[in-house]
Structures are given as C-alpha cells and as structure tokens.
C-alpha cells in the first residue's frame, strides 16, 4: 500500500512537471506565431506603404527583428525593387544598413538587382 501512496505522489509531480512544460511550450508557441504575424503584417505594410514618413516607421519596426526566412527576405526585396517609395528609402543612408544586413551573402537574381540600386 506505502508503495502506491509513494508511486501516486511521484506520478503527480511529473504530472505537475508535464504540465508546466506544457504550459511553456504554449507560451512559446503564442509568441512565435505573434511575431510571425507581426513580420508578415510589417511586409503587407511596406509593400502599400506610399509615404516616405510611412516607409521610414516601417523600415524602422523591421529593423527590430533579429531573424527573416528566405522567403520573407525575398519579399522585401522584391518590394523594395518594385514600389518606387521603398526602394527611394532604401538608398537613404540610414537606411541601407538594413537592407544590406537583409540580404546578406544571398546570390539571387533580385539581392543583385537591389545591390545595384544601393551601390
């Protein structure tokens, strides 16, 4: 019987540490997928954005994020290549850092394009 009461008592503290790790996975999980959609909410924003003072806010909360997928990077790319109010921003020079930083050692056919524009 001891042994019961003992094998119960240590099924509930790995309950309780199951749960806790449980709960931190779903923290963790609710902040990816808020920055996700803040990343992808920043993209839709440069991509309508057609102010310089809008372009610039923007490109200044991008800035903030540490870490882009490829296929994020690609598409700021190709919107700073084909909305004129970006790319125009991108030459800034406090700007450019940003974008250079994006890019990275990426070789593609669009990261050369912009490169050229930057240059």
Avoid: H
């Amino acid at each position: 019987m001891k042994a019961i009461i003992e094998r119960t008592a240590k099924n509930e503290q790995l309950e309780r540490k199951y749960y806790c790790c449980q709960n931190e996975v779903i923290a963790s999980d609710s902040r990816e997928l808020a920055e996700e959609r803040s990343k992808t909410n920043l993209i839709l924003a440069l991509e309508d954005s057609r102010s310089f003072a809008r372009t610039y806010k923007i490109i200044a909360n991008m800035e903030k994020i540490k870490s882009w997928t490829t296929k994020e990077t690609e598409s700021i790319i190709k919107i700073a290549l084909d909305n004129s109010q970006v790319r125009y921003v991108a030459n800034a020079d406090q700007l450019k850092p940003f974008f250079y930083q994006l890019m990275g050692s990426q070789k593609s056919a669009l990261t050369n394009q912009l490169k050229k524009i930057l240059d």
